[in-house]
T-cell receptor, first 114, second 116 residues
Framework: GDSVTQMEGPVTLSEEAFLTINCTYT??????LFWYVQYPGEGLQLLLK?????DKGSNKGFEATYRKETTSFHLEKGSVQVSDSAVYFC?????????????FGKGITLSVRP | DTGVSQNPRHKITKRGQNVTFRCDPI?????LYWYRQTLGQGPEFLTY????????KSRLLSDRFSAERPKGSFSTLEIQRTEQGDSAMYLC??????????????FGPGTRLLVL
Protein backbone atom coordinates (compact mmCIF):
# COMPACT_ATOMS: atom_id res chain seq x y z
CA GLY A 1 0.00 0.00 0.00
CA ASP A 2 0.87 3.66 -0.06
CA SER A 3 3.02 5.08 2.73
CA VAL A 4 5.00 8.15 3.72
CA THR A 5 8.09 8.13 5.93
CA GLN A 6 9.30 11.27 7.63
CA MET A 7 12.52 11.76 9.55
CA GLU A 8 12.31 11.42 13.31
CA GLY A 9 11.80 14.54 15.34
CA PRO A 10 11.54 16.87 17.04
CA VAL A 11 13.79 19.40 15.39
CA THR A 12 15.04 22.49 17.21
CA LEU A 13 16.79 25.26 15.31
CA SER A 14 17.95 28.78 15.96
CA GLU A 15 16.36 31.60 14.02
CA GLU A 16 17.83 32.09 10.53
CA ALA A 17 19.17 28.52 10.41
CA PHE A 18 18.74 26.33 7.33
CA LEU A 19 15.98 23.73 7.51
CA THR A 20 15.70 20.35 5.84
CA ILE A 21 12.95 17.88 6.71
CA ASN A 22 13.23 14.56 4.91
CA CYS A 23 10.28 12.75 3.39
CA THR A 24 10.22 9.58 1.30
CA TYR A 25 7.26 7.68 -0.05
CA THR A 26 6.05 4.45 -1.58
CA UNK A 27 3.03 4.49 -3.85
CA UNK A 28 1.18 2.05 -6.05
CA UNK A 29 0.46 4.68 -8.67
CA UNK A 30 1.77 8.10 -9.66
CA UNK A 31 1.20 10.27 -6.61
CA UNK A 32 0.85 13.96 -6.02
CA LEU A 33 2.93 15.12 -3.06
CA PHE A 34 2.12 17.63 -0.36
CA TRP A 35 3.45 19.33 2.71
CA TYR A 36 0.89 20.37 5.29
CA VAL A 37 1.61 22.48 8.38
CA GLN A 38 -0.22 22.59 11.69
CA TYR A 39 0.43 25.65 13.82
CA PRO A 40 -0.29 25.43 17.56
CA GLY A 41 -4.03 25.39 18.18
CA GLU A 42 -4.92 25.47 14.49
CA GLY A 43 -6.00 23.05 11.79
CA LEU A 44 -3.93 21.57 8.99
CA GLN A 45 -2.99 24.01 6.25
CA LEU A 46 -1.59 23.19 2.85
CA LEU A 47 1.94 24.58 2.64
CA LEU A 48 2.94 23.44 -0.85
CA LYS A 49 2.42 20.68 -3.38
CA UNK A 50 3.87 19.10 -6.51
CA UNK A 51 1.95 16.93 -8.93
CA UNK A 52 4.62 15.48 -11.21
CA UNK A 53 8.27 14.51 -11.22
CA UNK A 54 10.80 17.37 -11.03
CA ASP A 55 8.10 19.87 -10.09
CA LYS A 56 9.08 22.25 -7.30
CA GLY A 57 6.45 23.44 -4.86
CA SER A 58 7.13 26.64 -2.98
CA ASN A 59 5.39 28.90 -0.48
CA LYS A 60 6.42 31.26 2.32
CA GLY A 61 10.10 30.60 1.63
CA PHE A 62 9.67 26.82 1.85
CA GLU A 63 10.50 24.62 -1.13
CA ALA A 64 10.25 20.92 -1.98
CA THR A 65 11.11 19.13 -5.23
CA TYR A 66 9.34 15.96 -6.42
CA ARG A 67 12.14 13.44 -6.96
CA LYS A 68 10.76 10.32 -8.59
CA GLU A 69 14.14 8.56 -8.86
CA THR A 70 14.66 8.74 -5.09
CA THR A 71 10.93 8.76 -4.19
CA SER A 72 11.50 11.81 -2.04
CA PHE A 73 9.96 15.21 -1.35
CA HIS A 74 12.24 16.90 1.16
CA LEU A 75 11.16 20.24 2.62
CA GLU A 76 13.72 23.06 2.80
CA LYS A 77 13.87 26.65 3.94
CA GLY A 78 16.93 28.83 3.82
CA SER A 79 16.29 30.88 6.94
CA VAL A 80 13.69 29.82 9.50
CA GLN A 81 11.78 32.19 11.75
CA VAL A 82 10.26 31.72 15.18
CA SER A 83 6.85 31.87 13.50
CA ASP A 84 7.71 28.69 11.55
CA SER A 85 7.43 26.66 14.76
CA ALA A 86 4.77 24.07 13.99
CA VAL A 87 4.18 20.43 13.08
CA TYR A 88 4.94 19.54 9.47
CA PHE A 89 3.30 16.63 7.66
CA CYS A 90 4.35 15.12 4.36
CA UNK A 91 1.52 13.48 2.43
CA UNK A 92 0.71 11.85 -0.87
CA UNK A 93 -2.42 11.35 -2.91
CA UNK A 94 -3.00 8.74 -5.58
CA UNK A 95 -6.30 9.29 -7.31
CA UNK A 96 -8.28 6.06 -7.55
CA UNK A 97 -11.40 6.83 -9.48
CA UNK A 98 -12.89 9.88 -7.83
CA UNK A 99 -11.15 9.46 -4.48
CA UNK A 100 -8.03 11.52 -3.83
CA UNK A 101 -7.53 10.53 -0.22
CA UNK A 102 -4.35 11.66 1.48
CA UNK A 103 -1.82 9.34 3.11
CA PHE A 104 0.21 11.19 5.74
CA GLY A 105 3.53 10.69 7.45
CA LYS A 106 3.73 10.89 11.24
CA GLY A 107 4.66 14.54 11.24
CA ILE A 108 7.64 16.31 12.73
CA THR A 109 7.64 19.11 15.28
CA LEU A 110 9.83 22.08 14.47
CA SER A 111 10.77 24.53 17.21
CA VAL A 112 12.65 27.68 16.27
CA ARG A 113 14.29 29.61 19.09
CA PRO A 114 15.10 33.32 18.89
CA ASP B 1 -15.67 31.58 1.91
CA THR B 2 -15.41 30.87 5.61
CA GLY B 3 -13.46 27.64 5.30
CA VAL B 4 -14.32 24.22 6.66
CA SER B 5 -16.02 24.29 10.05
CA GLN B 6 -16.50 21.49 12.55
CA ASN B 7 -18.65 21.20 15.63
CA PRO B 8 -18.18 20.63 18.44
CA ARG B 9 -14.50 21.45 18.81
CA HIS B 10 -14.20 19.30 21.91
CA LYS B 11 -16.26 16.40 23.22
CA ILE B 12 -15.83 14.43 26.43
CA THR B 13 -18.00 11.37 26.82
CA LYS B 14 -18.23 8.22 28.86
CA ARG B 15 -17.48 4.84 27.41
CA GLY B 16 -20.55 3.31 25.82
CA GLN B 17 -22.20 6.60 24.89
CA ASN B 18 -22.96 7.70 21.34
CA VAL B 19 -21.46 10.87 19.88
CA THR B 20 -22.08 12.79 16.67
CA PHE B 21 -19.82 15.31 14.98
CA ARG B 22 -20.72 17.74 12.24
CA CYS B 23 -18.66 19.09 9.36
CA ASP B 24 -19.61 22.00 7.09
CA PRO B 25 -17.36 22.05 4.03
CA ILE B 26 -16.48 25.00 1.84
CA UNK B 27 -19.72 25.78 0.05
CA UNK B 28 -18.76 24.99 -3.53
CA UNK B 29 -16.84 21.83 -2.66
CA UNK B 30 -18.60 18.58 -3.41
CA UNK B 31 -15.90 16.23 -2.14
CA LEU B 32 -15.74 15.64 1.60
CA TYR B 33 -13.31 13.52 3.62
CA TRP B 34 -13.11 12.36 7.23
CA TYR B 35 -9.79 11.54 8.88
CA ARG B 36 -8.74 10.49 12.37
CA GLN B 37 -5.57 11.68 14.06
CA THR B 38 -4.16 10.16 17.22
CA LEU B 39 -1.42 11.68 19.33
CA GLY B 40 1.94 11.68 17.59
CA GLN B 41 0.57 10.35 14.34
CA GLY B 42 -0.49 11.80 11.04
CA PRO B 43 -4.16 11.82 10.04
CA GLU B 44 -5.59 8.53 8.74
CA PHE B 45 -8.32 8.34 6.12
CA LEU B 46 -11.73 7.17 7.30
CA THR B 47 -14.26 7.85 4.56
CA TYR B 48 -15.02 9.92 1.46
CA UNK B 49 -18.14 11.48 -0.06
CA UNK B 50 -18.76 12.92 -3.47
CA UNK B 51 -21.94 14.93 -3.12
CA UNK B 52 -24.25 12.73 -1.04
CA UNK B 53 -22.69 9.42 -2.08
CA UNK B 54 -20.29 7.70 0.30
CA UNK B 55 -17.83 6.21 -2.17
CA UNK B 56 -15.16 4.71 0.05
CA LYS B 57 -14.73 3.58 3.64
CA SER B 58 -11.49 2.63 5.33
CA ARG B 59 -11.12 -0.63 7.24
CA LEU B 60 -10.53 1.66 10.23
CA LEU B 61 -14.22 2.50 10.12
CA SER B 62 -15.75 -0.23 12.25
CA ASP B 63 -19.47 -1.02 12.35
CA ARG B 64 -19.82 1.40 15.26
CA PHE B 65 -18.98 4.31 12.96
CA SER B 66 -21.39 5.77 10.46
CA ALA B 67 -21.12 8.85 8.30
CA GLU B 68 -23.75 10.65 6.27
CA ARG B 69 -24.00 13.59 3.92
CA PRO B 70 -27.73 13.68 3.26
CA LYS B 71 -28.00 16.68 0.96
CA GLY B 72 -24.48 16.79 -0.33
CA SER B 73 -23.62 19.71 1.90
CA PHE B 74 -22.77 19.15 5.59
CA SER B 75 -21.75 15.76 6.89
CA THR B 76 -22.10 13.96 10.21
CA LEU B 77 -19.93 11.27 11.75
CA GLU B 78 -21.52 9.19 14.48
CA ILE B 79 -19.74 6.81 16.80
CA GLN B 80 -21.93 4.38 18.69
CA ARG B 81 -20.96 2.69 21.96
CA THR B 82 -17.75 4.67 22.22
CA GLU B 83 -14.58 2.99 23.46
CA GLN B 84 -11.49 4.55 24.98
CA GLY B 85 -9.60 3.70 21.81
CA ASP B 86 -11.86 6.09 19.91
CA SER B 87 -10.21 9.04 21.67
CA ALA B 88 -8.63 11.09 18.89
CA MET B 89 -8.94 14.22 16.79
CA TYR B 90 -11.51 13.80 14.01
CA LEU B 91 -10.73 15.94 11.00
CA CYS B 92 -12.92 16.88 8.08
CA UNK B 93 -11.62 18.13 4.75
CA UNK B 94 -13.22 19.22 1.50
CA UNK B 95 -12.09 19.72 -2.05
CA UNK B 96 -13.42 20.79 -5.41
CA UNK B 97 -13.94 18.49 -8.39
CA UNK B 98 -12.26 21.05 -10.59
CA UNK B 99 -9.46 19.17 -12.31
CA UNK B 100 -6.75 21.57 -11.18
CA UNK B 101 -7.99 21.95 -7.62
CA UNK B 102 -9.39 18.55 -6.73
CA UNK B 103 -6.24 17.22 -5.12
CA UNK B 104 -6.01 20.11 -2.70
CA UNK B 105 -7.94 19.36 0.46
CA UNK B 106 -8.87 22.08 2.92
CA PHE B 107 -9.10 20.96 6.52
CA GLY B 108 -11.33 22.05 9.36
CA PRO B 109 -10.04 22.64 12.91
CA GLY B 110 -11.10 19.18 14.03
CA THR B 111 -13.19 17.75 16.84
CA ARG B 112 -11.17 16.39 19.74
CA LEU B 113 -12.90 13.41 21.35
CA LEU B 114 -12.01 12.06 24.77
CA VAL B 115 -13.68 8.88 25.93
CA LEU B 116 -13.46 8.29 29.68
Amino acid sequence: GDSVTQMEGPVTLSEEAFLTINCTYTATGYPSLFWYVQYPGEGLQLLLKATKADDKGSNKGFEATYRKETTSFHLEKGSVQVSDSAVYFCALSVSTGANSKLTFGKGITLSVRP
Amino acid sequence: DTGVSQNPRHKITKRGQNVTFRCDPISEHNRLYWYRQTLGQGPEFLTYFQNEAQLEKSRLLSDRFSAERPKGSFSTLEIQRTEQGDSAMYLCASSSTDREARETQYFGPGTRLLVL
